[in-house]
């Protein structure tokens, strides 16, 4: 039977009470439990478990209050030196060797960056930022439609190497020093490509470009603050928009063809001139060597007509004579027809030398020295023109001459 049917209220009987722990069902004092009993009930749980007095079920109000504020200050303490562990835990970090810390406490930050180790600084009291001041970044920008100073249009990509070089300026300094980065990129390319032409951007003059850019883009960081140092920037393409690139194709293939023919007339030039110059150098030489020989030549003779005069004043007529043969000889070595004096008259022999040695189709220089079998040949060949030998004009041989000075 239910506890709240009618007839279950019998005399005395815990049966007659409610669940609650409420008086008779027919009493003033039916109704749900209180919310302070339940909560008394479960502080005493509770402050049994962290050491406090879990008995007297029916104790009385003063003495619950009592326990209840045990366990409070228990469950305080404890909660405390939990979080306190958790709080100093959180304080350790560990700085890499290519990192730099920077704290801030308070917003405010220290003077000393952090160097690579094992570090702790209170949580929520410091902020702490890593940063790699040893790794080289890069960062392509591609940048389409750009206009050169001859108003043409161009689409250029650049690479940018850089390193962090002060951290406490690149975290204090600038909000976002990366997106301050691709700013002053897009800054300095534009304005250095706005100042060349296009000829010397897509050919020669990429080097050039790429300095310009890096100087600029230096300048901008060190007014930024941003402590970023910038360490190389390469043009990486340089190219006219597709829809004109054919034409600008031809007009490189044409300037290729007129370097090709440039370094061709290099070549032979270094080839030519130090051929003249040598042969200028020879000529200088010969010369030099014909003035030096005609001066010793002067000399000599200047000294030989010294001496001919000294023996000319000693001897005057033999000296005469000796110059009259000498000249003599000299003109008749130079002459191809020779006159032969006949002994006995007056008569002279013309011998007609060259048409003798066309005749013969052999040459005979009479100013070579000739052999006794040659000056053999040529009495033989000489004897129809000479008349017939007699007692008084008969030709010896051995008076023939044995070189070519002449016959007399």
């Given at each position: 039977m ?33 919310i ?104 392509t ?65 990429r ?58 007339a ?8 130090p ?95 000739s ?13 129809p ?24």
């Open positions: 239910a506890w709240n049917e009618p007839g279950n209220n019998g005399n005395g009987n815990d049966k007659d009470k409610d669940p609650w722990g409420g008086g008779r069902k027919g009493g003033g004092d039916q109704g749900p439990p209180d302070d009993e339940v909560i008394r009930n479960l502080t005493k749980k509770f402050n049994s478990l962290f050491g406090g007095s879990g008995s007297g079920g029916s104790s009385s109000t003063g003495s619950s209050s009592a326990g209840g504020g045990g366990l409070s200050a228990g469950l305080i303490a404890g909660l405390v030196a939990v979080v306190a562990v958790i709080w100093a835990f959180m304080g350790f970090y560990i700085v890499d060797e290519a990192e730099r810390g920077v704290v801030l406490r308070f917003g405010k930050v220290l003077d000393l960056t952090v160097q690579p180790g094992l570090h702790w600084n209170p949580p929520l009291i410091d902020e702490v930022n890593l940063v790699n001041v040893s790794e080289l970044n890069a960062k920008y591609e940048n389409r439609a750009m206009l050169t100073t001859d108003e043409n249009i161009i689409d250029i990509a650049v690479t940018v190497q850089y390193r962090i070089l002060d951290p406490v300026k690149y975290v204090i300094a600038v909000q976002d020093p990366e997106l301050s980065l691709d700013n002053a990129s897009e800054s300095a390319i534009r304005h250095v490509v706005g100042g060349n032409f296009m000829d010397q951007i897509l050919t020669t003059g080097d050039r470009i790429a300095d310009d850019v890096q100087d600029r883009l230096q300048d901008y960081m060190n007014v930024y603050n941003t402590g970023i140092a910038v360490s190389q920037v390469n043009v990486v393409d340089a190219q006219p928009p597709d829809a004109v690139r054919p034409a600008f194709d031809d007009v490189i293939r044409a300037r290729e063809d007129e370097q090709r023919a440039q370094n061709q290099e070549q032979y030039s270094n080839q030519i001139i051929e003249a110059r040598g042969e200028a150098q020879r000529r200088i030489e010969q010369a030099n060597a014909y003035k030096e020989e005609v001066i010793a030549q002067a000399t000599g003779d200047a000294s030989r007509f010294e001496q001919l005069l000294t023996e000319y004043l000693k001897a005057p007529e033999v000296t005469r004579q000796r110059l009259y043969i000498d000249s003599i000889e000299d003109v008749m070595t130079a002459s191809s027809k020779i006159m032969v004096d006949v002994e006995g008259g007056n008569n002279m022999l013309f011998l007609p030398l060259d048409k003798l040695m066309e005749q013969n189709a052999t040459a005979f220089d009479l100013n070579d020295s052999t006794t079998q040659d000056l053999r040949n040529l009495a033989d060949q000489l004897a023109f000479l008349p017939a030998p007699t007692s008084a004009n008969s030709v010896d041989r051995s008076r023939l001459p044995t070189t070519g000075r002449g016959i007399r």
